[in-house]
Nanobody
């Protein structure tokens, strides 16, 4: 069964860093895009970053491009979101999503259909 599980959230002071992990299971190929989203106070999900597992090519939202990065481990089973210089407005529930695609480059605006339960990030002094 296909699934993703997030971890790594927590409380961090402004200016601090966190690394979130998204562990994928049940994927039988690398033709998947894995993305990170965060839920705004309004309830809307905003795409933060994604990576196509087979190519490793990342896509980062412009709003966080200078502070966040996305990567995967060599086995292509875990995707990491590295968040630096965190700001109070980065506080949110962060969700990992995945979807099958043959495209080389992912897009956070796609309809991702495999979701995790989320991990909470709090940024406060």
């Amino acid at each position: 069964q296909l699934g993703v599980v997030e971890s790594g959230g927590g409380l961090v002071q402004p200016g601090g860093s966190l690394r979130l992990s998204c562990a994928a299971s049940g994927f039988t190929s690398d033709d998947y895009a894995v993305a990170w989203f965060r839920q705004a106070p309004s309830g809307r999900y905003n795409g933060v970053a994604c990576v196509k597992l087979s190519t490793g090519i990342p896509t980062i939202a412009d709003s966080v491009k200078d502070r966040f990065s996305i990567s995967q481990d060599d086995a292509k089973k875990t995707v990491f979101l590295e968040m630096n210089n965190l700001k109070p407005e980065d506080a949110a529930m962060y969700y990992c999503g995945a979807t099958y695609t043959r495209q080389r480059v992912c897009n956070v605006n796609w309809d991702y259909d495999i979701w995790g339960q989320g991990t909470r990030v709090a940024v406060s002094s």
